[in-house]
C-alpha cells in the first residue's frame, strides 16, 4: 500500500462491475460483507461509490433511495490500513452531495459501533432517532441492536 496523506491521493468515484470482488474484500474487513438478507437484499453498484488509491479499491459506500425525500445509507468500510486518513468522511460527503443533489431531504444510518456513531453526529449532523434489532451479524458481532440516526440533507446543502 502506497503511504499518503489524510487522503489527499485518494479518487472517490462511482462503483464499477469490475470494482465487486475489491469491494467485496473492502466489507468482508468490516465484518459487511454482502449475504442477502432483510438488512440488505441487494447490493445495488449504481447506489456505492468507491474510493481508490493508485487504482486500488481502499473504500466504500452505498446508499438506497426510499422516497423522493427519503434514502438510508446502506454500507460505508475502508480498509484498515488506510483508516484514519479522512477517507471514511470523503466517501460520507459525496454520498450526501449525491442524494442533496437528488432533493433527498433525510438520511437514515444505522450503526453500532459507538465511535462511528458520534463520528456522524459530529461531522455530519446526524441525531439519534432509535434502535433496530440486528437481523443478520453485520458489524459487531457483540452488539444485538443498530443505533439509527438521521441526518437533514437541507442543511447539509446549506454547510451544516
Given at each position: 500500500?502506497d503511504?499518503?496523506?489524510n487522503?489527499t491521493s485518494?479518487?472517490?468515484?462511482?462503483?464499477?462491475?469490475a470494482d465487486?470482488?475489491?469491494?467485496m474484500?473492502?466489507l468482508?474487513?468490516?465484518?459487511m460483507?454482502h449475504?442477502p438478507?432483510?438488512?440488505?437484499?441487494e447490493?445495488d453498484?449504481a447506489c456505492?461509490f468507491?474510493?481508490?488509491m493508485?487504482g486500488?479499491?481502499?473504500?466504500?459506500?452505498g446508499?438506497?433511495?426510499?422516497?423522493?425525500?427519503?434514502?438510508?445509507?446502506?454500507?460505508?468500510?475502508?480498509?484498515p490500513e488506510?483508516?484514519?486518513?479522512g477517507i471514511g468522511?470523503?466517501?460520507?460527503?459525496?454520498r450526501?452531495?449525491?442524494?442533496a443533489?437528488?432533493?433527498?431531504r433525510?438520511l437514515t444510518t444505522?450503526?453500532d459501533?459507538?465511535?462511528?456513531i458520534?463520528?456522524?453526529?459530529?461531522?455530519f449532523?446526524?441525531v439519534?432517532?432509535g434502535?433496530?434489532?440486528?437481523l443478520?451479524?453485520f458489524?459487531l458481532?457483540?452488539v444485538?441492536?443498530?443505533t439509527t440516526l438521521e441526518t437533514?440533507?437541507t442543511?447539509w446543502?446549506?454547510g451544516?
Amino acid at each position: 500500500m502506497d503511504s499518503f496523506d489524510n487522503a489527499t491521493s485518494v479518487l472517490i468515484e462511482p462503483a464499477r462491475q469490475a470494482d465487486l470482488p475489491e469491494i467485496m474484500a473492502v466489507l468482508k474487513t468490516a465484518n459487511m460483507h454482502h449475504i442477502p438478507s432483510p438488512e440488505m437484499p441487494e447490493f445495488d453498484l449504481a447506489c456505492a461509490f468507491v474510493a481508490r488509491m493508485t487504482g486500488r479499491v481502499v473504500g466504500v459506500a452505498g446508499y438506497k433511495v426510499l422516497s423522493a425525500d427519503e434514502a438510508k445509507t446502506t454500507l460505508l468500510a475502508v480498509l484498515p490500513e488506510t483508516r484514519r486518513n479522512g477517507i471514511g468522511r470523503k466517501l460520507q460527503e459525496r454520498r450526501m452531495d449525491e442524494l442533496a443533489a437528488l432533493g433527498v431531504r433525510t438520511l437514515t444510518t444505522n450503526a453500532d459501533r459507538p465511535d462511528t456513531i458520534v463520528w456522524y453526529e459530529n461531522h455530519f449532523g446526524y441525531v439519534r432517532v432509535g434502535t433496530l434489532p440486528k437481523l443478520h451479524s453485520f458489524g459487531l458481532e457483540n452488539v444485538s441492536e443498530w443505533t439509527t440516526l438521521e441526518t437533514d440533507l437541507t442543511r447539509w446543502r446549506k454547510g451544516l
